[in-house]
C-alpha cells in the first residue's frame, strides 16, 4: 500500500492549515490595527496562537474553514482571470482606440463568456439548457428571458440614444 502524500494527509488539511490561516490572520489584523499598542509583536503573536489553537480544538468552526477556502481560491481565481481579461479590453487610458461604449459592450461580452465557461466546465450548461430552453414549460422561460433581454436593450437603445441627439442640438 503506497504511503498517502503529507500534503494531503488530515493531520495536514484539516488541522496545520487552518491552524495557520487563522494565526496568520489574527497577528496581522493585530498588528495593522495597533490594538494592543506599537511594538506589541510577541504578544499579537501570542493572541493569535491561542485564537488558532482554539480554533483546532472545536471541530464546526475548523469544518467551516476547511470548507471555505477552497471557494475563496476558486473565486480569486476567477477574479483573476476576468481582471486579466478585462485589462487587455479597457488598455491604457493614453491613446485610447476603444470608446466607453465599445468597453461596456466588451466588458458585457467577457462577463457572458466567463460565467458561461464556468457553467461549461462544471458540469451544468446541460442542466441549465434544459431547465431554460427543455420540454415541460422550459420553452416559455426562455422565450420570456429572451423577450425581456430585448426590451432591456430597447430601453437602454432609446435612453442613450435620445439623450444624446437631444444634447448635441
Do not use: H
Amino acid at each position: 500500500m503506497p504511503a498517502e502524500p503529507f500534503l494531503l494527509s488530515p493531520l495536514f488539511t484539516e488541522l496545520i492549515l487552518p491552524f495557520v490561516l487563522v494565526f496568520t490572520l489574527i497577528f496581522a489584523i493585530l498588528q495593522k490595527s495597533n490594538l494592543l499598542g506599537e511594538g506589541k509583536k510577541q504578544i499579537d503573536a501570542l493572541i493569535g496562537l491561542v485564537v488558532g489553537l482554539i480554533l483546532i480544538a472545536f471541530p464546526g468552526p475548523r469544518e467551516i474553514i476547511v470548507l471555505l477556502m477552497p471557494f475563496l481560491a476558486v473565486s480569486a481565481v476567477i477574479l483573476l482571470v476576468f481582471m486579466l481579461l478585462y485589462g487587455f479590453i479597457v488598455g491604457k487610458k493614453e491613446g485610447d482606440v476603444l470608446g466607453r461604449p465599445w468597453k461596456i459592450a466588451f466588458g458585457t461580452i467577457l462577463t457572458l463568456a466567463l460565467v458561461s465557461y464556468l457553467i461549461f466546465i462544471t458540469g451544468n450548461w446541460e442542466w441549465i439548457w434544459n431547465l431554460i430552453f427543455g420540454q415541460g414549460g422550459g420553452s416559455q422561460i426562455g422565450i420570456n428571458l429572451l423577450l425581456l433581454i430585448v426590451i432591456a436593450g430597447a430601453i437602454i437603445a432609446v435612453v442613450k440614444g435620445g439623450g444624446e441627439s437631444s444634447s448635441s442640438s
